[in-house]
């Protein structure tokens, strides 16, 4: 009996965290990558929190920015390589659909741990405890969107030599909404005030992207198995 | 049921398929021959369709395969050069997610066709451990439990030893028997009754 | 005439504006032909290397 | 069916290289002969602008790279959308004339722009939303450019590439947005912004003229182009024979 999209959903996901948790230092980098340029910011440029409390949502959205890249680098690459979105391909079900679930996998791998660890990065920055849990969500959500842009480039530069460089250079645009919406969350988070109109646009976003990214995400694949 | 019409394909610079037109029915193997970088994997990918040809078609059950290409893809296996196989799962691991994603299986199924395989003994462990002959093993298991109609098999019995290689002579037996069809690229001719066989040799000029 | 050439003082950033728009028209007009003469010469190249037979 | 015959026309290469040689001298003439009038018109007769005086003759340079710049990408789009759905070479082929082009334009109107800038605002970069969205563009091109140089095979580079512009076209007007809101919050008091001063006639047909000429110019350079692209195209194909010896 041919398995119903749930179930497939389901599978895709189990083995890719089962696939994470054995092997949990590729998790990790990104996270310490994070942190890393996260605290480069005080010694270039000031250790005055008054200072850095300003930079602090630049300095945590181009952080998440550059940390999500690295990991997206790792989003189909082994699939590619031992043959596995080739089986997904021609398995007979929405390749569409199991992108998708891989790129959900991939922002509870990846882009929730970078969202949930940001307030230690964001207190060292000098940003109030009461700004704390903006700062999560709106990191979380943005990560989410970016997941689903990033999963397209992802896809595009499987056939390409040299996809690492290429694959920020794709991404690093058409992710500028995400970081002008998202930093903006943050400042306002920052300054105490409501986030909601930044936070409602990023929404959008990701709303645009579950519904389109995959399509072009899977068309991506699909050429890039050729 | 399986025809392949006047299929031409370009890698880049090189005409690799210039024209490759046959017809497979329920039953019947075709075994496709030739020099290396005559086309087999080509050939055997653009049926698959994961390549696009410039000109020509493949129709499954008299409609064009890339019009409905999931109904096609869902009796169709394809076992490429290597395994597909994830090194860090063990083997029934790796069926209970790449074949689950096609049809509900149960653990029986699958322990079933490791045995059928030879593959049972070694299935627990991780398919990095495995020698490159098992894995071939536990990815043929992979195609058993497709219970596809169509077989595109790539070198099948690479890394086979003399054993594995009657294994892959009989598997394709059975599915013959069950009215399948098998593509498969071959070096070596397998041991297979010869009134099923279609040879097909590429690059020939 | 300087009076014209000057724009009321704006001349030093008009000017070289102008430059560089038209430059840019230039430049892609004289890249396009020069890939296109790039592109025949290959072509022909490739003919007189390849015998008539082979081209079918 | 006429129009299904046109699309079958247009879809063959030997066909699109004869219709590329036979027309680019055309349009190339006439938006040469375009331009020097808008020049003309521009730098001449229009009068100066009371606020801007000469320095809004930056419109009849700026205003028409700016346009191309987008016009350019939204044709490569559905150029490259043409490619994928109906599998025609030749769109493929179109879209990748156009991104060399659109990417210089992009630099000129940054360019342009800037030398703009400098005596409206005393700067040569201001974070204004219009010059930041243009360079955002510029690096959409960049993207398109680099993911096409980086893979080798032809007919995949196109699709790939295809799927990026596509995707580019959907979101540079989010892109577009964005940048306009951003700079909304952080709206730096007197900032003279650029663009179009109220124009009377004398001003707007030299402007309206440059616009028609830079598209007329960008057709001559998109056909000499795609001339090139199509022969390194199909250079295995018969036609080629016919037409360089």
């Not at chain 2, 395969?65 to 109904?71: F, P």
């Not at chain 4, 036979?22 to 001449?44: E, K, N, S």
Request: positive net charge; proline residues 5%.
């Amino acid at each position: 009996m041919k398995t119903n999209p749930l179930e497939v959903a389901r599978l895709v996901a189990a083995r890719d965290l089962r696939l994470a948790f054995r092997k949990p230092s590729q998790l990790l980098q990104p996270l310490m990558f994070f942190m890393i340029v996260a605290t480069l910011f005080p010694l270039t440029l000031t250790p005055e929190m008054s200072r850095l409390r300003d930079a602090a949502p630049g300095v945590l959205w181009v952080g998440a920015l550059l940390s999500s890249l690295l990991a997206l680098e790792f989003l189909f690459r082994d699939d590619a390589q031992d043959g596995t979105l080739e089986q997904f391909a021609l398995s007979g079900q929405s390749l569409t659909w199991m992108l998708f679930a891989k790129t959900c996998v991939h922002w509870l791998l990846t882009g929730l741990p970078l969202a949930l660890s940001a307030p230690i990065a964001a207190m060292t920055l000098g940003v109030p405890g009461s700004a704390m849990w903006s700062v999560v969500a709106s990191l979380a959500l943005g990560g989410f969107a970016l997941s689903l842009i990033g999963a397209i480039s992802a896809g595009l530069t499987l056939g390409a030599r040299r996809g690492g460089v290429l694959l920020s250079l794709l991404t690093l645009p058409l992710a500028v909404p995400i970081l002008v919406y998202g930093a903006n969350a943050t400042q306002l988070a920052i300054a105490g005030e409501a986030i909601g109109p930044p936070m409602y646009l990023l929404g959008a976003i990701a709303v645009l992207g579950v519904t389109l990214a995959p399509l072009a995400a899977a068309a991506a694949v699909r050429i890039g198995l050729e | 049921m399986l025809s392949v019409a006047g299929l031409h394909l370009w890698r880049g610079e090189r005409h690799v398929l210039r024209g490759v037109s046959f017809t497979a029915e329920p039953g019947q193997c075709v075994l496709l021959t030739g020099k290396n970088g005559a086309g087999k994997t080509t050939l055997l990918r653009a049926i698959a369709g994961l390549l696009d040809p410039e000109e020509g078609q493949v129709q499954w059950r008299g409609a064009a395969a890339r019009a409905n290409r999931d109904e096609f893809h869902s009796e169709v296996a394809y076992l490429g050069h290597e395994p597909p196989l994830k090194g860090d799962l063990t083997g029934r691991e790796n069926l209970h997610y790449s074949i689950g994603i096609r049809r509900t299986l149960s653990p029986d199924e699958i322990d079933a066709a490791l045995a059928r395989t030879g593959a049972r003994d070694f299935a627990d462990r991780a398919v990095r451990t495995l020698s490159a002959g098992q894995r071939r093993r536990v990815a043929l298991a992979g195609v058993l439990l497709t219970e596809a109609l169509l077989w595109l098999l790539d070198e099948p019995t690479t890394n086979l030893d003399a054993d594995g290689q009657q294994l892959v002579a009989t598997l394709i037996e059975e599915q013959l028997a069950r009215s399948g069809i098998v593509v498969a690229a071959v070096h070596h001719s397998l041991a297979l009754a010869e009134g099923r066989l279609t040879q097909l040799e590429l690059g020939a000029r | 005439m300087s009076e014209f050439f000057s724009m009321s003082g704006y001349g030093i950033y008009l000017w070289p504006a102008f430059a560089l728009g038209i430059g840019v028209v230039v430049l892609n007009l004289v890249m396009a032909l020069n890939s296109l003469s790039n592109a025949r010469k290959d072509a022909r190249r490739r003919l007189e290397m390849n015998s008539p037979e082979e081209t079918a | 069916m006429a129009t299904w015959t046109w699309f079958h026309r247009f879809g063959s290469p030997p066909y699109m290289y004869g219709f590329a040689r036979r027309w680019a001298p055309w349009f190339g003439g006439v938006a040469a002969f375009a331009m020097l009038i808008a020049l003309y018109g521009g730098l001449v007769l229009a009068p100066e602008d009371y606020q801007q005086k000469d320095a809004f003759r930056m419109v009849y340079v700026h205003a028409p790279s700016a346009w191309l710049s987008l016009m350019v990408y939204t044709t490569m789009a559905v150029a490259a959308a043409v490619g994928l759905i109906w599998r025609m070479k030749v769109a493929h082929a179109v879209a990748a004339a156009c991104a060399p082009v659109g990417a210089w334009f992009t630099v000129a109107a940054l360019g342009t722009g800037m030398l703009w800038g400098k005596p409206m605002w005393g700067a040569y970069w201001v974070w204004d939303p219009r010059l930041t969205s243009e360079l955002i563009l510029l690096f959409l091109y960049f993207g398109y450019m680099g993911l096409r140089a980086g893979i080798e095979d032809t007919a995949k580079a196109d699709k790939a590439s295809a799927v990026l512009a596509i995707v580019g076209v959907v979101n540079v007007p989010i892109i577009k947005y964005s940048v306009e809101w951003w700079n909304s919050l952080h709206q730096v008091a007197s900032v003279m912004k650029l663009g179009k001063p109220t124009m009377n006639w004398d001003m707007r047909w030299p402007l309206l003229l440059m616009l028609l000429a830079f598209t007329l110019y960008f057709a001559a350079v998109l056909l000499i182009r795609l001339r090139a692209e199509l022969l390194r195209r199909e250079r295995n194909a018969s036609w080629v024979r016919e037409v360089v010896t």
